[in-house]
């Protein structure tokens, strides 16, 4: 199911029939693929739902998902995306060497924080962090690697995030509760959800 309305927000809901009764088991890591007629050949950029990408030679080097580009002159969409082509500054931080760090995407994936972007960087691979019309912060999921551009202020607002992952006591996929309630069709609704935490992931209906 899709936690978010972006790209790379995805993730797999487990669930058990019980007489008549569907209940909730478990998150595990996973996606898809749209089954529509165009046809994709190349998978290290996002299916859909990017929202700024940049290809270089016929492959694809950056992409972003961010939430805030709807009310966003183009002007500065146009700098954001050169800012990503000429000012990337890529580099390793020890800080989070030994973290989960899809944990720390899980979470985020929860509570949805303004500003909330994924996006892949050629050398990072794919990432989740903060970004907004002044630069961009981003933390590679699979690497301690760490892409930003622009304003500094962006890496504050990720540490912050991240901070408040820590205090709550590093949750992530494992601890996603896919929550089933009716939908307003007579389907059933699937809620992701992190006890403890607002209800702000993503919605899917299933047949009853």
């Given amino acids: 199911m899709r936690l978010l309305p972006r790209a790379g927000c995805t993730a797999v809901a487990v669930l058990r029939r019980d007489g008549k009764t569907m209940r909730g088991v478990r998150f595990v890591a996973g996606s898809f693929a749209p089954l529509d007629r165009v046809p994709r050949r ?7 739902d990017d929202d700024l990408l940049i290809v270089v030679d016929s492959q694809p080097l950056f992409w972003m998902s961010y939430e805030w580009i709807a009310s966003t002159p ?3 969409r146009v700098a954001l995306v050169e800012a990503a082509r ?7 931080v020890a800080e989070w060497t030994g973290s989960d ?6 979470y985020l994936m929860t509570i949805a924080p303004p500003g909330l972007t ?4 050629s050398e990072a691979g794919v990432c989740v962090g903060y970004s907004d019309d002044k630069g961009f912060a981003l933390l590679g999921l699979r690497s301690d690697t760490m892409v930003t551009a622009g304003s500094p202020i962006a890496a504050d607002i990720l540490d912050e995030w991240a901070d408040r992952w820590r205090a709550a006591g590093n949750p992530g996929l494992d601890d996603l509760v896919p929550v089933v309630r009716p939908g307003s069709t ?4 699937v809620e992701a959800v992190l006890p403890g935490q607002p209800t702000t992931a993503g ?3 299933v047949p009853a």
Avoid: N
């Avoid at 190349?42 to 859909?48: L, P, R, T």
């Avoid at 760090?101 to 899980?106: D, R």
């Fill in 203 to 205: 919605r899917v209906d």
């Fill in 42 to 48: 190349k998978w290290s950029a996002s299916a859909f």
């Fill in 74 to 76: 183009l002007r500065q």
């Fill in 118 to 121: 994924t996006a892949f960087w």
């Fill in 186 to 189: 007579g389907d059933l609704r």
């Fill in 86 to 92: 000429t000012q990337a500054v890529q580099t390793d």
């Fill in 101 to 106: 760090h899809t944990a720390f995407w899980a």
